[in-house]
């Protein structure tokens, strides 16, 4: 994907805030320092685009990025890190869910799982809610880069199996060295396809 321009254009809590929902949207989930950020900017060629390696804030918001003026990229907040207190997790879960219950232009969800770690219930419901509301799931194992390629492939299979995945589901990820970047760029433009047809077409 040939990428001319990687914006910001906001940040949100509730649907109200919510850039106008004009452009096909990919959001990305996933626990706290998976590498959500880092595989952003490495998917957008782009250091700095969102911020890596911080603490999460307390100010824990949707933000929302426009890619080449033609599709979104959203970077939903990090969930399970251990000193958020029980009330602030279940107004993140109230944001998340109402973000991808509610947001029509919403194509498929990239969730984000450490590779040298098994998934937990969060992952699992995750994926049960993106199954229930029939939005699509790319799983990512992130920084493959820590593993040989045979336990990538080894512990890969574990956590399909965990999960209950098949094996195009999954996809091996490194910010790092860059692996798996193209491949999670096809899956992705194969989510958004349709709606960039139409927009080529105008
Ligand atoms: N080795 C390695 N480290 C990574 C990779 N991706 C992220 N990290 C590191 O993991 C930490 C958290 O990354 P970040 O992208 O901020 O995670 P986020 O909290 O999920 O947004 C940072 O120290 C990154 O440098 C990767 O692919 N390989
Ligand atoms: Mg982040």
Redesign the pocket.
């Known amino acids: 994907m040939k990428i001319t321009s990687a914006t910001f254009e906001k940040s949100a809590a509730a649907p109200q805030h919510y850039p106008q929902a004009d452009l096909p949207e990919i959001a990305f989930a996933?626990r706290?320092?998976?590498?959500?950020?880092?595989l952003i900017n490495t998917l957008v060629n782009r250091r700095h685009l969102v911020k890596?390696?911080?603490t999460p804030g307390k100010t824990r918001l949707i933000n929302f990025f426009i890619i080449n003026s033609e599709f979104c990229f959203v970077d939903l907040p990090?969930y399970g890190y251990a000193k958020v207190p029980a009330s602030e997790r279940k107004k993140w879960g109230s944001m998340v869910e109402t973000y991808l219950q509610t947001r029509s232009t919403l194509k498929g969800v990239v969730l984000l799982q450490d590779i040298r770690r098994m998934p937990g219930g969060e992952e699992e419901e995750l994926l049960d809610f993106l199954g229930h509301f029939r939005i699509p799931a790319i799983i990512v194992l992130?920084?493959a880069?820590?593993l040989s390629k045979n336990k990538q492939i080894a512990q890969a299979k574990r956590i399909r199996q965990a999960l209950d995945l098949e094996a195009d589901e999954t996809l091996c990820f490194?910010?790092?060295s860059r692996q798996g970047a193209d491949s999670l760029w096809e899956m992705i433009s194969r989510l958004l396809e349709p709606k960039l047809g139409v927009l080529e077409d105008r």
Do not use: C, L, Y
């Open positions: 996933g706290s320092n998976v590498g959500k950020s880092s890596t390696g911080s990090g992130t920084k880069d820590k490194s910010a790092k």
